[in-house]
């Protein structure tokens, strides 16, 4: 907790050194911190029942922090490129801890739904680690060091559902983010001994900061067709996410939230793809590992749609949706972040901000779909967002 209180550092270049273990350290970091995003989602058939709500209103609630996560790319994350990354991302942890005890609490769902909005906030996290990452690494492995980094982060994606599922089974919802608040300061202390300081690059006002992004958007073309391919993905990979347990507790299948926590488990297999995605776009070109991952995500929701019955048709399908996604995603962000090096926090928040806006999208729609037309309705708006991804990548510009 020194490191927080500590005076400014004078500025100093930055360490460009990436070691093994310092990589995996963000990997775990990023995975940890965006947990926090999605332990709601296998509980929100629980959260449901402590308030008296229906299903389409809890699942506002995973919404709601996915809005926060928006919110926190959009307003924080470009402080990366103007202040040290380091005390930044401290700050933000301590804010997720707080946040988190607050959820535990929440005697309403309205202020449970407040505080997931400021949870989001806070986890933009790894979207401060992953520009230093790109920082620090050598160009010609940058593609494997920020997949490597993002499988930590998308196996926390995936695994967050399994252990909040089974925690919340056993031990109620609340215990849920009560146990993250924890891990939270954990983190605060392990990252305070061991992460680098990250010197700034721009050195104008906050106003000028956020000014600079549509100037980014503006000039660069490849940064838009990124944030609208990403838009599409992510909000098919949030429609699926996110009804899943109301399809496991429906009468198709009569599972609980630990089965929707398994799936979680089956999707961090997938997970395991992210570093070899990031090879293919150092090897063949972001733009090549993109239409790979696009296609995949297709075929996913293809047999989700005719076999998602089945329980192995539904196992199969959520590996294809999450190979898919997560290699499109890191190939958009390796493009992305090759783009302008001395802007690489500012252009992330344009790519994810456009990422989870979708996202939100993904997860409104997806509730909605799943009240009025159930699990085909849902396998067929999964399934035009991705075709979406596709045609704007494969057509946007020409």
């Known amino acids: 907790m020194s490191e ?4 400014p550092a004078i ?52 919404t709601a922090t996915q809005v926060g996560y928006t919110l926190g790319m959009l307003l924080i994350v470009p402080l990366g490129d103007m202040l040290e990354r380091k005390r930044l991302i401290l700050w933000m942890l301590v804010g997720a801890a707080v946040c988190l005890g607050g959820a535990a609490l929440a005697p309403t769902f309205a202020l449970l739904a407040v505080a997931s909005v400021l949870i989001g906030m806070c986890s933009a996290v790894p979207q401060l680690l992953l520009p230093m990452a790109a ?31 089974y925690a919340g089974a056993h031990l109620g919802w609340r215990m849920v983010f009560g146990g993250a608040a924890g891990i939270m300061l954990a983190l605060v202390a392990l990252l305070a001994w061991r992460l680098p300081q990250d010197r700034p690059t721009f050195t104008g006002t906050y106003a000028s900061l956020m000014r600079s992004l549509g100037t980014l958007v503006r000039e660069l073309p490849p940064l838009r067709r990124s944030a609208l391919v990403g838009a599409s993905v992510f909000a098919a990979f949030s ?42 776009a150092d090897k063949r070109g972001p733009s090549y590992a993109i239409t790979v991952g696009l296609v995949l995500a297709l075929a996913s929701y293809l047999l989700l749609g005719v076999g998602g019955g089945y329980l192995a048709g539904l196992v199969l399908g959520v590996i294809l949706l999450d190979v898919g996604v997560q290699s499109a995603h890191i190939s958009n962000q390796t493009l992305v972040f090759s783009l302008r090096p001395e802007a690489r926090s500012r252009l992330n928040t344009v790519y994810m901000t456009g990422y989870f806006t979708g996202g939100s999208i993904g997860s409104v729609v997806g509730g909605l779909a799943w009240t009025h037309f159930g699990w085909p309705g849902v396998c067929a708006v999964g399934g035009a967002f991705v075709a979406l991804a596709l045609a704007i990548h494969r057509s946007y510009g020409r």
């Open 4 to 7: 927080l209180l500590a005076p």
């Open 239 to 280: 429609v699926f996410w996110t009804t899943l347990v109301f399809y496991l507790e429906s009468p198709a299948y009569g599972y609980g939230s630990e089965v929707a926590g398994f799936f979680g488990l089956v999707g961090a297999m997938g997970a395991l793809a992210a570093p070899l995605a990031g090879s293919l």
């Open 135 to 165: 920082h620090l690494a050598p160009e010609a492995d940058r593609g494997r060091i920020v997949g490597r980094i993002m499988s930590g982060l998308l196996i926390g994606i995936l695994l967050s559902r399994t252990v909040s599922g």
């Open 11 to 62: 500025p100093t270049p930055s360490v460009r050194h990436l070691d093994a273990a310092l990589v995996w350290l963000m990997a775990l970091t990023c995975g940890l911190v965006v947990a926090n995003i999605y332990y709601n989602q296998p509980l929100l058939a629980a959260i449901g029942h402590t308030f008296h709500i229906p299903d389409s209103q809890a699942t506002l609630a995973a």
